[in-house]
């Protein structure tokens, strides 16, 4: 089985490969991106239906009833709520206008927009090609691109009350609706995330290269390679537990491909930050030009005004030793930020464990590695206190990182009521 989301994605993502060339040669390439981008998407949406209709037709029920759901969500809202996603869906406007994201960048004058890759602004540059009402509504199709691939790559022996419970799960929590509502990039880093931690639990552990893609579209989406390493490690041990017996080749195998996936996703994030420079000197230039033009031949009265300030040392903060005080009470303000937004959530991942172990025994050690992502996330908070001191003012972004909960626990539930069947079956 093919995994289309994922392939639709690494289509998706190309243009970032090729930043810095600039000029008709970029552009040329942007534009046949931009409609290979969607014949991948109408040709992934395509292979989906056709593997729902010919092998499971309760997963194609499911999804038209989903669609309905999400056509509510998708449709109520046609605008971009939230300031971050205006701006970079801004570069990916510039580079439609300019041709290429050298050009959307060079032109973006706001430079902080360097901080993340453009993943979500081009994964959904297809509504423009088609003309869509919104990214909105290309975001709820990219979901039930999503939810398709993950029944015939990963549901496809799971029942249709399993189905029903994986989905009900996840859209009774508010946060997670306001992820699909709103044009967001976190959505689509969880759903990538879930798939690494979740597929051995139904069988179907990823295949190498769909671990390393996985690895290079999540530091594509956020740079932070250390981060990306937390569902990749987590798919690897729960691939080892979820296993009967332990081989020396399932041994070889699990860590070849965990260390190739931390290998791509340390030289994509690489690759990001090498091209930061280069896009940063571009986006300076070009706004000095601009500075300059208005200067030459100003179209409005500009004001000017001079302030006095006087300039003072300022002491660099204080770095807190990693086994230390500040690092445990970061890590406590990050699990409170954490358990307090999914209390049911977190307790929902800790009783399915437990309930896995008791009737499960051996088997049910894997059910424990998916929610060791978001606990490992919690005490990864210290390191990042260590370097930022202002480190309590992002709790909007832990919160919006640990949307992952609400899938976590909605895959362990349907994992479990899988395995429980199967195991009166038998």
Request: proline share 5%.
């Amino acid at each position: 089985m093919i995994d289309a989301f994922l392939v639709f994605f690494l289509v998706s993502l190309i243009p970032i490969a090729f930043l810095g060339i600039g000029g008709p040669t970029e552009a040329a390439l942007f534009t046949a991106w931009r409609w290979l981008q969607v014949v991948t998407f109408l040709g992934a949406s395509a292979w989906v239906l056709y593997q729902l209709a010919r092998r499971d037709w309760r997963g194609l029920v499911v999804l038209l009833l989903l669609a309905l759901v999400v056509a509510y969500f998708g449709l109520s809202y046609s605008g971009i709520a939230w300031d971050a996603q205006i701006e970079y869906h801004r570069v990916l406007l510039l580079a439609i206008r300019y041709g290429g994201l050298t050009e959307g960048y060079r032109h973006g004058v706001v430079s902080w927009v360097l901080g993340y890759p453009p993943g979500t602004s081009l994964s959904v540059a297809f509504y423009r090609s088609l003309h869509l009402l919104s990214p909105n509504v290309a975001q709820e199709l990219l979901f039930l691109l999503w939810s398709g691939a993950f029944f015939v790559r990963h549901l496809r022996h799971v029942d249709l009350p399993g189905k029903l419970l994986f989905f009900a799960i996840i859209l009774v929590d508010t946060r997670f609706l306001w992820h699909l509502t709103y044009f967001y990039n976190n959505l689509f880093y969880a759903l990538i995330w879930a798939e690494l931690a979740l597929a051995p639990l139904f069988g179907s552990p990823m295949r190498p290269w769909e671990t390393c893609g996985s690895a290079l579209v999540l530091v594509w989406l956020r740079p932070q390679w250390e981060i990306a390493a937390i569902p990749i490690a987590t798919g690897a041990l729960a691939t080892l537990l979820a296993s009967p017996t332990w081989t020396k080749r399932l041994l070889r195998d699990a860590g070849v491909v965990t260390a190739a996936a931390l290998v791509v996703a340390r030289l994509a994030a690489s690759y990001w930050q090498n091209a930061v420079g280069e896009l940063g000197r571009l986006l300076n230039g070009h706004t000095v030009q601009v500075l300059d033009q208005l200067r030459t031949h100003p179209d409005f009265p500009a004001l000017h005004v001079d302030v006095d300030t006087k300039a003072f040392m300022q002491q660099a903060p204080h770095t807190p030793a990693l086994l230390s005080k500040e690092s445990a009470n970061a890590v406590a303000w990050a699990y409170h930020v954490s358990v307090d937004r999914y209390p049911l959530y977190f307790a929902a991942l800790a009783a399915l464990a437990l309930l896995a172990l008791v009737t499960l025994r051996r088997r049910g050690l894997a059910f424990l590695a998916p929610m060791l992502g978001p606990f490992i996330v919690m005490i990864g908070t210290a390191v990042f206190a260590r370097s930022v001191a202002s480190y309590q003012a992002n709790e909007w972004a832990l919160e919006r990182l640990q949307i992952i909960v609400p899938i976590l626990a909605a895959g362990v539930a349907t994992a479990l009521h899988q395995a429980l069947r199967e195991r009166r079956v038998s």
